[in-house]
């Protein structure tokens, strides 16, 4: 065992969540709702969407914090809400004692050169018109971190070279570029402001195996070169073990289960966890053949109109009586490890 | 004699920048009731070559140019137009990967089920309903009457590639095509999804070809497998062989590149280096040595062909004695 293992292990002993004690970002029972409305002269709200319902994590200074959950959990919209590029409709979210929510313009402002995003698709994300170089530039601009223009030209040089990308690709368009070479480009972006944390939604999900383990491997080796901090939003459970420090599992815009990565994965305590990682065959078609394939019945409900009690319970395979009234708490069972369900 | 059998088959598009070999020289068989698949990353052939199967190939640009594919013993490429709309949908089912495009969104989902059996089977339309209504209750939906005279809007994805499933079974099919079946699905739907087409391929012996990228879906499902690369099969054999004995340098990078949900990370990941190769511009060597790491001066005079190195195992490499070390490590 070497030095960094056995410390680890004293980490996880300790149960302090994988040995991170500075808190980054606080959330606090975070609600984003939106409305649906009727009527185009005068809209009447006629139902709201609860994409996220109440939510309490906290992201430690340099940890990687997954985020994982089928489509529609609010895992991005959570995400969204930690950018403000969605405004929460009730919470908190702490940053560095700040409350996002809260902010000014002005503050705002501050506050998105420590927090940057990469997003999913590196078609979409990308401006087809701008040059790679500009668009890595274009933050630096914006916030006017870098005035120079020849300084500015070195430092976007510079950030294609960290992402692994030649510096003649500043002068190509995106359109030029393969998928996974575009989805470095946006991490180059993020970089631009130098961040501390960065919210990777989905940020490998559209790539090849080949290409989504060379992205991976950059993400981790930047991770490590600049101390950054992730919220790593995915539905890929296998990245996210391999990635993640501490993983969240989200259900119809409720959090189920938080806990360390090993922990979560060798030890799941909520019914949808269990069911999750059921689901998702393992690349060994040994383990396959011996594997227990509890196949989880019926989909998830609309958060338009959310089941009573606990949101899980019509899918649960536990479910009690008590369920069908009494939403659970989300509640420390062991150190660190926390699960928002009664028959745990 | 195998049920389907793909011999040397080359499908070319012929395009502006030149011509994309985007199946070149793809041979595989498929016996009744077993289920193959065909991984490979995007571009890789996989998906025209099941296009190239139902002759669903759009000229211009593209063309089969060359190749047999025997199924029920007749060449399925020397059958003409009104004989190879017999074959499609009724004796090979096809599932797609987009439910939602798939399907006709202004007919009701009964219409587009009994199409088929109208057309193929010659039935009245009040049978091919009846039908039509089993069909659904056998591939899991609720309520399969009321269901009939839906539109796909009103049903959520799990739902649409159901319907699609029934369709697929809808004339008894002895082989159903599925390309990238759950890839649009959330995993827990996927998990119902392909238990739903194992147990019905199973009950009634049709045989399938999952053509997908996902590796675990595979290992889970997949009687035999074939590895595409750049229009060409590298590798082909038992699950078993492929993934712990892999003995084609892209295969394993393919199984290095993927993280394991059923272990501790034990090290980084270790996947090759660059990126497929743009298909207009292959020469005679083998195309993945760019990034390969055994890569020898043979390698760039021809292409290797799909040699035996074991029992119902193929591998198109010609350094394999290389791969052996590094294989007994990879398989954890």
């Avoid at chain 1, 300790?14 to 009727?38: C, N, W």
């Avoid at chain 1, 338009?304 to 019509?314: K, S, T, W, Y």
């Avoid at chain 2, 082909?236 to 199984?255: D, Q, R």
């Avoid at chain 2, 059923?262 to 207009?280: I, S």
Wanted: glycine share 8%; hydrophobic share 40%.
């Amino acid at each position: 065992m070497n030095e960094v293992q056995a410390a680890e292990g004293q980490v996880r002993a300790s149960g302090s969540s994988a040995g991170f004690s500075d808190v980054l970002v606080d959330v606090r029972g975070l609600k984003m709702y939106f409305p649906i409305t009727e009527g185009i002269m005068i809209p009447k709200v006629v139902a709201q969407v609860k994409a996220v319902d109440g939510l309490d994590f906290k992201i430690f200074k340099g940890e990687t914090l997954g985020l994982v959950g089928e489509s529609g959990c609010g895992k991005t919209t959570t995400g969204r809400c930690i950018l403000r590029l969605e405004k929460a409709t009730a919470g908190e979210i702490l940053y560095g004692g700040t409350d996002i929510i809260k902010c000014d313009r002005e503050q705002m402002v501050e506050m998105r050169q420590r927090i940057q995003v990469i997003f999913q698709d590196p078609y979409s994300s990308l401006n087809p018109r701008m040059k790679v170089g500009d668009i890595i530039a274009e933050p630096m601009y914006v916030h006017k971190i870098i005035t120079g223009e020849a300084e500015r030209q070195t430092r976007v040089r510079h950030l294609l070279n960290v992402c692994g990308l030649a510096s003649a690709f500043a002068d190509r368009y995106p359109h030029e570029m393969s998928g996974g070479q575009r989805q470095r480009v946006g991490i180059a972006r993020a970089l631009a402001m130098n961040p501390e944390f960065i919210i990777c939604d989905e940020a490998v999900s559209a790539l090849d195996v080949s290409i989504q383990a060379q992205v991976i491997n950059l993400l981790e080796d930047l991770r490590d070169e600049f101390n950054l901090t992730y919220l790593f939003i995915s539905h890929d459970l296998s990245v996210v073990r391999h990635l993640c420090h501490r993983v969240a599992v989200m259900y119809l815009g409720h959090m189920v289960e938080l806990a360390d990565c090993d922990e979560l994965f060798d030890n799941p305590l909520h019914p949808y966890t269990k069911a999750l990682l059921n689901s998702v065959p393992i690349p060994d078609p040994e383990i396959e053949k011996t594997r227990e394939h509890q196949i989880i019945k019926g989909e998830i409900p609309s958060p338009i109109n959310p089941p009573p009690g606990c949101v899980f319970h019509p899918r649960c395979p536990i479910m009690v009586d008590g369920c069908m009234s009494k939403a659970p708490v989300f509640r420390e069972v062991t150190p660190g490890h926390f699960v928002a369900c009664s028959e745990v | 004699m195998a049920l389907l059998e793909l011999d040397n088959v080359k499908t070319h598009f012929f395009t502006t920048a030149g011509v994309v070999k985007a199946v070149d020289g793809v041979s595989y068989s498929v016996e009744e009731g077993e289920t193959v698949a065909v991984v490979g990353e995007s571009g890789s052939g996989k998906s025209v070559t099941a296009m190239t199967i139902l002759r669903l190939i759009p000229w211009p640009p593209g063309k089969i140019v060359d190749g047999k594919i025997m199924f029920n013993g007749q060449n399925l490429l020397d059958l003409s137009e009104d004989e190879i709309r017999d074959v499609r949908g009724r004796d090979i089912g096809m599932i797609f990967q987009e439910p939602m495009t798939s399907l006709n969104p202004v007919l009701t989902v009964g219409l587009q089920l009994t199409e088929s059996m109208t057309a193929h089977l010659g039935i009245s339309e009040d049978e091919a309903m009846a039908r039509a209504e089993i069909l659904l209750d056998k591939v899991g939906i609720a309520e399969p009457k009321r269901r009939l005279s839906q539109y796909p809007h009103n049903l959520s994805g799990g739902m649409r590639q159901r319907v699609m499933i029934a369709m697929a079974l809808a004339c008894d099919p002895k082989l159903i095509i599925a390309d990238e079946p759950t890839t649009a699905l959330d995993v827990t739907i996927q998990a119902q999804i392909m238990e739903l087409m194992k147990n019905l391929t199973r009950e009634l012996g049709v045989a399938m070809i999952i053509i997908t990228h996902n590796l675990g879906v595979v290992a889970r499902y997949a009687d035999r497998v074939n590895v595409m690369y750049a229009g060409k099969i590298i590798e082909s054999g038992t699950a078993k062989n492929i993934y712990h004995n892999p003995k084609h340098p892209y295969t394993l990078a393919l199984l290095k590149s993927v993280p394991r949900m059923d272990k501790t990370r034990a090290e980084k990941l270790d996947p090759v280096d660059g990126q497929p190769p743009d298909l207009t511009e292959l020469d005679a060597g083998c195309s993945f040595r760019p990034r390969c790491r055994y890569v020898t001066e043979q390698c760039a005079n021809s292409f290797p062909d799909l040699k035996q190195v074991g029992g119902e195992h193929f591998s198109a490499c010609f350094n394999i004695d290389k791969l052996k070390k590094e294989v007994a490590e990879a398989v954890r």
